[in-house]
């Protein structure tokens, strides 16, 4: 990855961070999630989680439900594998499967700035294969390398923002996919930002029949379009004031 391998101090200073242990990511085969259909995915400790996320401490649909008793056993030690186990069961997904990392957490990182070096090892093992995520680390200079190095590789990075507009600005600014949550009223299959720019409701939310296994459309690293996902979960109401 050229200059975007982290240095020893970086792998150090991470897990200083988290002294109990390395981070922890469980890896789920094949996910039983209606949404995503039956495809890999991960869920990363709540430390992967950057503080200035605008649903850091309220509005996260995964502190509730299933998914936040799988959270929490995740970020215990409970449930998963060290990072660099994980790294070495990425390469036991079939290649060219699509799979979707990080169904609740973020990408590691340190104060907000994604470690390069660790990102670097998880689009190393991708490689013939279309894997997926979302990050909230703020968009400085550091973090939009690492996402667009990553993305040009094959592992598609999206840019999680609060609204439509913001996504539009963050892919005319940064040239890096952009997906917005949107007001859980929000459900037109398709609209525009109010700089014209075309966005399409995540299928899966609207449409019985369409998973994450069918679309893929999140995977999609030079798409030109803006992908909304309308407010869900018991959280909902929370995260419409957030968004309005």
């Known amino acids: 990855m050229g200059g ?24 789920t085969m094949v996910s039983s999630n209606a949404k995503t259909g039956p495809i890999p995915t991960t869920t990363s400790e709540r430390s992967s989680c950057w503080e200035g996320c605008a649903f850091y401490d309220k509005g996260c ?10 959270w929490r056993k995740v970020t215990s030690g409970e449930r998963g ?34 470690n390069p070096g660790m990102v670097s090892q ?28 990553a993305n040009s590789k094959g592992f598609t990075i999206n840019a999680s923002c609060e609204s439509v507009d913001d996504a539009d600005r963050v ?32 299928p899966a939310t609207i449409h019985e029949n369409v998973t994450c296994a069918t679309c893929g459309l999140c995977q999609v690293a030079d798409r030109q379009f803006v992908i909304a996902f309308p407010a869900h979960g018991t959280a909902k109401k929370t995260v419409n004031a957030i968004v309005s």
Not at 8 to 21: A, G, N, Y
Not at 123 to 148: C, F, M, Q, S
């Open 81 to 114: 594998v060290i990072w660099a186990e994980f790294i070495a069961l990425i390469r036991n997904i079939q290649r060219g499967q699509i799979w979707r990392h990080n169904v609740s957490g973020d990408l590691p990182h340190i104060l907000g700035d994604i």
């Open 4 to 27: 975007l391998t982290a240095p020893p101090f970086v792998c150090i200073l991470w897990e200083s961070i988290t002294p109990h242990r390395p981070m922890q990511v469980a890896l």
């Open 61 to 70: 649909y995964a502190k509730s439900g299933p998914q936040a008793l799988h």
């Open 122 to 149: 998880l689009v190393n093992a991708n490689r013939g294969r279309r894997g997926y995520t979302y990050t909230h680390h703020p968009l400085n200079d550091h973090n939009i390398e690492v996402i667009k190095d």
């Open 171 to 202: 892919m005319t600014e940064y040239n890096i996919p952009a997906v917005a949550v949107v007001n859980s009223e929000k459900t037109d299959r398709f609209y525009t930002t109010s700089n014209g720019r075309k966005v399409i409701t995540c």
